[in-house]
């Protein structure tokens, strides 16, 4: 059972985006969601994630007050609401799940699937 993310795209500085993660099948409902990305010629790093409930949420430092992350409607479903994107944004990203809650290390995470790619340019 992997996460697939969908919804990048090309965004001009400034402008929003709505990425979607979904299951490809049955996930744990305890498990912790989160949002990872990877620059071109960086390491991937921690976003945004949301606790089994969707009561907690963790976001890192160079995106919080732009980016929301929540959990959908379906079940093992998350989201990633982007705002005042930035170039520096653009990257793949990335859903995982954790079954040791919420973290923003990537080794706590599993079940990772194909990226999408956002691109923030003018």
């Known amino acids: 059972v992997q996460l697939q993310a969908s919804g990048g795209g090309l965004v001009q500085p400034g402008g929003s985006l709505r990425l979607s993660c979904a299951a490809s099948?049955?996930?744990?409902?305890?498990?912790?969601l989160g949002w990872f990305r990877q620059a071109p010629g960086k390491e991937r790093e921690f976003v945004a994630a949301?606790?089994?409930?969707?009561?907690?949420?963790v976001y890192a430092d160079p995106i919080k007050g732009r980016f929301t992350i929540s959990r959908g409607n379906a079940k093992n479903t998350v989201n990633l609401q982007m705002n005042s994107l930035k170039p520096e944004d653009t990257a793949v990203y990335y859903c995982?799940?954790?079954?040791?809650?919420?973290?923003?290390?990537?080794?706590?995470?599993?079940?990772w699937g194909q990226g999408t790619l956002v691109t923030v340019s003018s």
């Open positions: 949301i606790s089994s409930s969707g009561r907690s949420t």
């Open positions: 995982a799940a954790s079954p040791g809650g919420l973290g923003a290390r990537a080794t706590m995470y599993e079940r």
């Open positions: 099948g049955r996930i744990p409902s305890t498990y912790a």
